[in-house]
């Protein structure tokens, strides 16, 4: 069953250029799917223009078979927002945040508790959501996603600004989720993140799909396996399809220091592919 589909989903903001240009992509119910693209690629637009925080002019959206352009209220509770610099209300606890959002959407207290632990927000709980750091808002604003236990959930770079070791706790938090059912639509500019949560992901630029694989998958396509081979303190790289004859030879005279056999990275890759890093400015 598809839990998400776009259907030539565009967006200007000016009038000139397309921030999402003719977007058209399908996501399977369970999966988790990524958008892989450097800043200003148009990723959190899309997210805007999937859960209608604004409406596209042409285009079509459907979560769970609902077109998102007659969706009502009651609909949001079965899917979950979490934007990076979301606006959290500063002057209540974190524990309100939460509390105030579970409420509007018929959730209750235990929920709350499960997810402050879940999130290892439990010991602030009651401090000042404005006082928190920047991994601790954004845990909270996915904590405030997660609450409602959303069949669909959309996070624009849900790890932006943690510490690597929270990160990691966060994407754990999230692989369980969708372990238990819930599919996942995110963005990420970090090819880290999208390889280790991702079922499938698009690269993404200038609005539009360029690519569209899974992990493995892309590294079988483009990725070049590379063996390197130090010999009298210089470095000779060889790749797969390139004349090993040398590489045999060096092997057979044992006169090395050290071998190393690399697998091409997803951003290596994505360069290839796209023409451009993920990093650098929008
Ligand atoms: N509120 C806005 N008003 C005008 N232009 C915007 C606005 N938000 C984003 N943009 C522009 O739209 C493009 C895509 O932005 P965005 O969706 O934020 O990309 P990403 O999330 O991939 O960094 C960029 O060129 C950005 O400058
Ligand atoms: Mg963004």
């Known amino acids: 069953m598809i839990a998400i589909e776009a259907k030539g989903l565009t967006y200007s903001y000016d009038g000139k250029s397309n921030a999402v240009d003719q977007l058209t992509f399908q996501v ?5 799917f990524g958008f892989l693209g450097p800043s200003g690629a ?3 637009t899309t997210i805007r223009l999937l859960t209608k925080l604004i ?24 899917i979950g927002i979490a934007f990076e610099n979301d606006v959290l209300y500063p002057t209540l606890t974190g524990y309100e945040n939460l509390i105030f959002h579970a409420k509007l959407f018929g959730t209750g207290e235990a929920e709350v508790n499960d997810i402050l632990k879940k999130m290892d927000l439990y010991k602030s709980k009651d401090k000042k959501a404005g006082e928190y750091s920047k991994g601790m808002k954004t845990r909270l604003v996915l904590a405030r996603a997660l609450v409602t236990n959303p069949e669909v959930l959309f996070m624009d770079e849900p790890t932006s600004g943690m510490d690597p070791e929270i990160a990691a706790y966060v994407r754990e938090v999230i ?5 238990k059912g819930t599919t996942m639509f995110l963005t990420t500019h970090d090819m880290n993140e999208a390889e280790k949560l991702c079922d499938r992901i698009a690269f993404f630029n200038n609005g539009k799909i360029v690519e569209l694989d899974t992990p493995e998958s892309y590294k079988k396509r ?13 470095k000779h790289t ?3 399809d390139g004349d090993l004859t040398s590489l045999l030879a060096m092997i057979g005279s044992k006169e090395f220091e050290s071998i190393h056999s690399q697998e091409a990275s997803l951003e290596e890759i994505f ?12």
């Not at 399977?28 to 988790?32: I, L, M, N, Y």
């Not at 002019?57 to 509770?77: C, E, R, T, W």
């Not at 483009?222 to 210089?234: C, H, R």
């Open 175 to 179: 692989r369980k989720m969708n372990q």
């Open 55 to 78: 409406a596209p002019p042409p285009g079509k959206v459907f979560i769970l078979g609902q077109d998102m352009s007659k969706a009502n209220h009651s609909f949001y509770k079965k």
């Open 222 to 234: 483009f990725g070049e396996k590379t063996v390197t081979i130090e010999q009298s303190g210089k």
């Open 42 to 44: 148009g990723k959190s």
């Open 238 to 240: 060889f790749t797969q």
């Open 271 to 282: 360069i290839k592919v796209v023409g451009r890093g993920l990093k650098g400015g929008a």
């Open 28 to 32: 399977e119910k369970g999966e988790v």
